[in-house]
């Protein structure tokens, strides 16, 4: 069984600036994963073309289930506000999503508490700095019946902010473990993979270099369980067409 997590950068090359569906599509393709956690990803939002591009990962891998679930409601960079899920059809949003080849038998979202207040972010560079109002954060829970037995499957992306993301994610374990398991968490920490398995009390099943993309230097992006069954039994990062990140790829089996 595949299992891939993403940061799409909206569906945006770093290259050119443009977002066109057909290169997610390229991408999702490529990755040919059975479970796919995205980040960064935009609903109706003008600069992916008012794309679903929830839906379009979806058709892309013939997903059986798929969750998009909102961080934000609005547009990032304009006028936007914490999603609650209570949003009105037809709403703006940008936030996360997981998609599965097989049935999600349940679907739950934990919210993640933010950054309170606006912080100055320090850039590379001389006088670079960066009054930032930090998104909200969000993680999308399934069931899922996989070849390799009933999993509780997560996706998030954290905080960029440190201590705050080590917040979140122990907030987070604390949740997950309330769910049946064995589990498995996916997506963008924003933590190396030391600090991450040491918060989480999780094993990883895939490390490399994902972030940036053009030549990487760190893991960002993570796959982690706490089945002791489950075998990696290959691990890489593609280069896509998309995003400053690369997707991590873990193929896995049970032993």
């Excluded at 030549?215 to 896509?240: F, K, N, V, W, Y």
């Amino acid at each position: 069984m595949r299992m891939a997590t993403f940061n799409i950068l909206h569906g945006r090359s770093v290259h050119d600036g443009v977002v066109h569906p057909d290169r997610l599509v390229d991408a999702i393709r490529q990755l040919d994963p059975d479970v796919l956690a995205l980040q960064e990803v935009d609903l109706d939002q003008p600069r992916s073309g008012m794309s679903d591009l929830t839906a379009v990962a979806a058709a892309a891998m013939e997903a059986a289930s798929h969750r998009f679930v909102a961080a934000i409601a609005g547009t990032p960079g304009a006028t936007w506000m914490a999603a609650t899920g209570r949003e009105q059809p037809g709403t703006s949003a940008y936030g996360i999503a997981l998609l599965s080849r097989y049935p999600a038998v349940d679907w739950q979202v934990v919210r993640l508490p933010r950054v309170p207040m606006k912080f100055p972010m320090y850039l590379r560079g001389p006088n670079r700095v960066q009054v930032v109002n930090e998104e909200p954060r969000a993680a999308v829970v399934a069931r899922l019946e996989t070849p390799v037995g009933p999993l509780t499957v997560a996706n998030t992306h954290l905080s960029f902010v440190p201590g705050w993301n080590r917040r979140q994610l122990r907030l987070l374990m604390r949740d997950l473990r309330g769910f049946p398991g064995p589990h498995v968490l996916m997506g963008d920490l924003n933590m190396p993979p030391a600090r991450v398995g040491r918060l989480s009390g999780l094993r990883s099943l895939g490390e490399t270099l994902t972030f940036p993309a053009d030549r990487p230097e760190m893991q960002l992006d993570h796959i982690l369980t706490d089945d002791g069954g489950l075998r990696a039994d290959s691990c890489s990062a593609p280069e896509l067409p998309i995003s400053d990140h690369r997707a991590l790829v873990v193929d896995i089996s049970r032993h």
